[in-house]
């Protein structure tokens, strides 16, 4: 059973920085896409960053520069998030799938969620 378990949220300020973590245990597909979406009240989740198991990633515009996603050999996932504005203010997800990564498929593409973890930026 694959459980994904996310970490690292908090309040800061405009201009600062967090790192989220997610946790991924029972999550062994060699074929994969591991992402990063957010989601504020009354808006549609939004992918933020995803990357495959080629370790190819692909950013939303709206972070670029200012983000980086990365994971390790244990298929744990990090979402270094720098220069934070109000705008990223969110619930943070972990979202992890069997295939690979499509540029354009949204939340239909993964299998396995996070239960979120929330992050404030205060202007």
């Known amino acids: 059973q694959v459980q994904l378990v996310e970490s690292g949220g908090g309040s800061v300020q405009a201009g600062g920085s967090l790192r989220l973590s997610c946790v991924a245990s029972?999550?062994?597909?060699?074929?994969?896409?591991m992402a990063w979406f957010r989601q504020t009240p009354g808006k549609e989740r939004e992918e933020v960053a995803s990357?495959?198991?080629?370790?190819?990633t692909v950013y939303a515009d709206s972070v670029k520069g200012r983000f980086t996603i990365a994971k390790d050999n244990s298929k744990n996932l990090y979402l270094q998030m720098n220069s934070l504005k109000p705008e990223d203010t969110a619930m943070y997800y972990c979202?992890?799938?069997?295939?690979?990564?499509?540029?354009?498929?949204?939340?239909?593409?993964?299998?396995?969620w996070g239960q979120g973890t929330q992050v404030t930026v205060s202007s």
């Open positions: 979202a992890a799938s069997h295939r690979y990564c499509q540029v354009g498929a949204g939340q239909d593409l993964y299998n396995y």
């Open positions: 029972g999550y062994s597909y060699s074929r994969h896409c």
């Open positions: 990357i495959d198991s080629d370790g190819a």
